[in-house]
């Protein structure tokens, strides 16, 4: 039965809804309509797919792992790998390579002790060892003196041992790719 409303017809309000409902969903909508017709198969459907849902959850893994995440087949990375197989540590370790063809030179030294000072001043670091923590060979059970003192080299050391390099540096060199 149509309505009349100042002179035109339209149709039955419920018709144009469930209509309209039909097309925006395609049709996918009397799936549910299954569950209704079939409540024990429904229920029974749902405890096979949480039984299965549960077998997958107990098999998912977590990989934390930082050195899983940056793999690569470069030359750092593979650098990267002989040096942690030479030295475990543990994944939270950071390593920081630098490499350069002048980095025993004064200004080079200096400003890889800045470099060092500033990494020790990050939150949450608990230690760094770097060349600057480095000591050399111990003599009659002595603490032995660091390779770089504390207070920065004097210009006698430079002439002295600027061209020098010591078997600490010649043991970086080795393992952390110094020129």
């Given amino acids: 039965m149509a309505i009349e ?6 149709a039955p309000a419920g018709n ?13 909508e009397r799936i549910g309509l299954v569950s209704l017709h079939f409540p ?15 077998f997958g959850v107990a098999r998912l893994k977590v990989d934390d792992s930082l050195s899983q995440l940056f793999r690569s087949d470069t030359p750092e990375f593979k650098q ?13 370790d ?11 030179e004064r200004e080079s ?8 000072a500033d990494l020790q ?8 060892i770097s060349i600057f923590s480095a000591r050399q060979p111990s003599q009659n059970n002595e603490t032995p003196a660091p390779l770089f003192p504390e207070e920065g080299l004097p210009s006698a050391y430079w002439a002295r041992h600027g061209k020098q390099r010591s078997s600490a540096a010649s043991f970086y060199r080795k393992t952390v790719s110094l020129p």
């Fill in 94 to 104: 950071v390593l920081v390579v630098i490499e350069g063809k002048r980095l025993l």
């Fill in 80 to 92: 990267y790998e002989e040096v942690t197989q030479r030295f475990p540590s543990s994944e939270f």
């Fill in 16 to 28: 144009h809804a469930k209509k309209g409902l039909h097309e925006l969903a395609f049709g996918i």
């Fill in 5 to 10: 409303h100042a002179g035109e017809a339209q």
């Fill in 40 to 54: 024990l198969a429904a229920v029974f459907v749902a405890v096979l797919l949480a039984v299965a849902a549960g």
């Fill in 109 to 116: 030294v200096e400003q890889l002790r800045d470099l060092a």
């Fill in 121 to 128: 001043l990050i939150n949450g670091t608990r230690g760094l």
